[in-house]
């Protein structure tokens, strides 16, 4: 086992990963922007090192200065937790070249599954469906000629990335020429890679994940589907496990499968199967993300397995101790993401406590939310032991937690909370265009 691991992050992961690291008895580094000099993370590590200013691109960004930092602190593998280079190649490949785990797939797998449109490739080989679309586009008039070909209206795709960002719903030619430059720019300018390709749109449908575990030794496990529909601008605001939507049979079925292609992939450590759910009731699979996701713990707390200690026994060869036979799919998790609207000091700060319910976040009284990063505070997650109750659960948590100082999304998640499609298990990835 490693004795000293660098987490490649900043806020509710980093934490989370040094938690972790804690109850395993290994050592923690951290860093950390001149930003983010006074954020908890950097104080809740045993080490700490900053890396540079508080923009990203000359701090989390770096991997020249984050491998420098591991090599000055002696630290022998490197987690990089969600987003940043979590799942950048190159990054894995130094990490490698310099003797350091990272902890995660293979430069090498990551290369072959980071081009989305091969990725659907490999899927449709391990037996999954996948759905209609292209390979990579020439330039728009071979968009045109494509998107006629399937039909409109269509998706248009960044190869590279996520997040929301460099896709767009075409509706016709005139919407393709209009966002075809822009998605480009969009994708270049995220991703450093302007390729896009087309994808029949799929509609009404949900937008259903799995969670994957895969060993060293060819083992992998799957966890029950996580629902991840309720989205404004392809973010994802709620996630909830298992799906009111899916059977037990099909439930069964897609983790049998999803644990298969996996094992047919060659993966490794912890990726994410993310699925469309149509209303024929079939499973078309979109993409694997290969890293940890911001969700992963709605499949926690629903299992009662630790993904993060998990992708650090698996980087440290260790074989995974449980079948999908061990893996809790009874009961109900929900996650709530709670987003700033503001930047500003937090004045006052009261998390919720109770069984089955858990806050991960970086934030304290004191703490100041910059411009420079993502818009996440924390994670509001709780387990019960029916979707009802789950619901009112979270309700009640939702009303108890308070940030002040700067504007939130509490309202707008208590909102989609008492929606009628939500509580009836009936709403899709269109539904948040309803919610008042």
């Known amino acids: 086992m490693f004795s000293k691991i660098l987490i490649a992050n900043r806020g509710e992961i980093a934490i989370?990963?040094?938690?972790?690291?804690?109850?395993?008895?290994?050592?923690?580094?951290?860093?950390?922007?001149?930003a983010d000099k006074n954020s908890l993370h950097r104080f809740l590590a045993d080490?700490?090192?900053?890396?540079?200013?508080?923009?990203?691109?000359?701090?989390?960004?770096r991997a020249d200065r984050i491998i420098s930092a591991a090599i000055l602190t002696g630290a022998k593998a490197i987690h990089p937790g969600y987003g940043f280079l979590s799942e950048n190649e190159e990054f894995a490949a130094l990490c490698e070249e310099n003797g350091i785990a990272f902890i995660g797939p293979s430069s090498e797998l990551m290369k072959k599954l980071s081009d989305k449109t091969k990725m659907k490739e490999i899927a449709k080989d391990a037996g999954l469906d996948t759905i209609p679309g292209t390979g990579i586009l020439s330039d728009l008039e071979n968009a045109k000629k494509k998107a006629k070909e399937i039909g409109y209206p269509v998706m248009l795709k960044a190869r590279s990335g996520g997040g929301g960002r460099g896709i767009r719903l075409i509706t016709d030619e005139a919407s393709l020429e209009k966002f075809y430059p822009i998605a480009k720019n969009e994708a270049e300018q995220s991703f450093s890679d302007g390729a896009l390709y087309l994808e029949k749109y799929i509609m009404p449908a949900s937008h259903i994940e799995v969670q994957?575990?895969?060993?060293?030794?060819?083992?992998?496990?799957?966890?029950?589907?996580?629902?991840?529909?309720?989205?404004?601008?392809?973010?994802?605001?709620?996630?909830?496990?298992?799906?009111?939507?899916?059977?037990?049979?099909?439930?069964?079925?897609?983790?049998?499968?999803?644990?298969?292609?996996?094992?047919?992939m060659g993966y490794r450590n912890a990726g994410t199967m993310e699925f469309l759910f149509s209303n024929d009731r079939k499973f078309y699979f979109m993409e694997m993300n290969v890293r940890l996701q911001v969700e992963h713990p709605v499949s926690e707390i629903l299992s009662s397995i630790d993904i993060v200690k998990w992708q650090i026994r698996i980087a440290a060869g260790i074989p995974l101790s449980f079948t999908n036979k061990d893996v809790r799919t009874k009961g109900a998790?929900?996650?709530?993401?709670?987003?700033?609207?503001?930047?500003?000091?937090?004045?006052?700060?009261?998390?919720?406590?109770?069984?089955?319910?858990?806050?991960?976040?970086?934030i304290e009284k004191g703490s100041v939310i910059t411009p420079y990063y993502d818009s996440l505070l924390g994670k509001l997650i709780v387990y019960a032991q029916t979707r009802d109750e789950a619901i009112r659960k979270m309700r009640a948590y939702l009303c108890e937690l308070q940030i002040v100082g700067v504007d939130t999304n509490i309202e707008?998640?208590?909102?989609?909370?008492?929606?009628?499609?939500?509580?009836?298990?009936?709403?899709?990835?269109?539904?948040?265009?309803?919610?008042?």
């Open 16 to 34: 989370r990963i040094i938690r972790a690291l804690s109850e395993m008895g290994i050592k923690s580094v951290a860093v950390y922007s001149e």
């Open 47 to 61: 080490e700490s090192i900053c890396i540079g200013p508080g923009d990203a691109s000359e701090s989390y960004l």
């Open 212 to 264: 994957i575990l895969a060993d060293e030794q060819g083992n992998a496990v799957s966890f029950a589907e996580r629902d991840c529909s309720m989205q404004r601008n392809h973010q994802k605001l709620v996630e909830e496990s298992p799906s009111a939507k899916v059977s037990p049979e099909e439930r069964a079925l897609l983790m049998e499968k999803a644990r298969k292609a996996a094992i047919k």
């Open 333 to 362: 998790a929900i996650e709530c993401r709670i987003n700033a609207r503001s930047t500003g000091e937090i004045e006052e700060l009261h998390i919720p406590g109770g069984p089955f319910v858990r806050f991960d976040t970086y």
């Open 412 to 436: 707008e998640q208590l909102k989609i909370l008492k929606d009628p499609a939500f509580v009836s298990g009936t709403y899709d990835t269109t539904s948040m265009e309803a919610v008042k």
